[in-house]
């Protein structure tokens, strides 16, 4: 061993940071939106978010909606998506920090009455403070 100490790089080799965007201020801005305490309900041990895509897609839903389409609620809908994310990964038997599921859900067209199948993207990794968080996109999404 030797007893020469190692000098931090003063110049990063991809140089300084231009600019950072935060899980915090991702949700701030609502590109995120955090699924709060029904993800621990739903059995998640990690904070979870859902991207606004999926949120319109597969969450959103208001009272005009029921009146034109089939009576739901939002965190009827909310519940469906998380309790499937948290089924998938209980069920699944692969390894890596992306999982695939799918789910049933009526889109939000103004007249569909029956549900379709979507599919979603779960990821996790390490959020704001290095732990680990997940985020449920579309499988486009990145």
Known sequence: MSNQTIKPVEHPFFGEVISTYTRAQAIDDGVLIDAGPMAKEAGFKWPVALTAAVWSDCVA??????????????????????????????????????????????????????????????????????????????????
């Open 61 to 142: 839903w208001s009272d005009a909606d029921s009146e034109a389409q089939v009576y739901q609620d939002q965190s009827g809908r909310l519940y469906d998506v998380l309790f499937m994310a948290a089924f998938a990964i209980k069920t699944s038997t692969g390894t890596g920090d992306r999982l695939l599921y799918e789910l049933y859900r009526v889109p939000r067209d103004g007249f569909s009455t029956k549900p379709n199948l979507v599919t979603l993207k779960l990821i996790v990794g390490p959020g704001d403070d290095g732990r680990p968080v997940m985020t449920v996109m579309l499988p486009g999404e990145d």
